[in-house]
Nanobody, 121 residues
Framework: QVQLVESGGGLVQAGGSLRLSCAAS????????MGWYRQAPGKQRELVAT???????NYASSVKGRFTISRDNAKNTVLLQMNSLKPEDTAVYYC???????????????WGQGTQVTVSS
């Protein structure tokens, strides 16, 4: 199994910055895509940003230019630097990883427990 542990959430004023981190551990052969999703109260979970093992990043249009995703393949970690935060960025942020376990031919998606980000106006 794979465990994802997130950290870095909190309360910040509009215009401020936060950095989220997520570390994957367990019996992992490889991780192709890692990313961040978020879910605001009463809304569906949505993609924030993803990054492949080769470093190719993809962002939601609502965060492009403000958020930066990065990863350390050797440490199985992914970071999300969030700048110029807005009240509408308030949500629970979830780390996600598509990991292949040893001996398996397919990847499985795993989720972290979520970390709260609150942006006050």
């Amino acid at each position: 199994q794979v465990q994802l542990v997130e950290s870095g959430g909190g309360l910040v004023q509009a215009g401020g910055s936060l950095r989220l981190s997520c570390a994957a551990s367990g019996s992992i052969f490889s991780i192709n895509v890692m990313g961040w999703y978020r879910q605001a109260p009463g809304k569906q979970r949505e993609l924030v940003a993803t990054i492949t093992s080769g470093g190719s990043a993809n962002y939601a249009s609502s965060v492009k230019g403000r958020f930066t995703i990065s990863r350390d393949n050797a440490k199985n970690t992914v970071l999300l630097q969030m700048n110029s935060l807005k009240p509408e960025d308030t949500a629970v942020y979830y780390c996600n990883a598509e990991a292949t376990l040893p001996g398996r031919l397919y990847a499985t998606r795993y989720w972290g427990q979520g970390t709260q980000v609150t942006v006050s106006s």
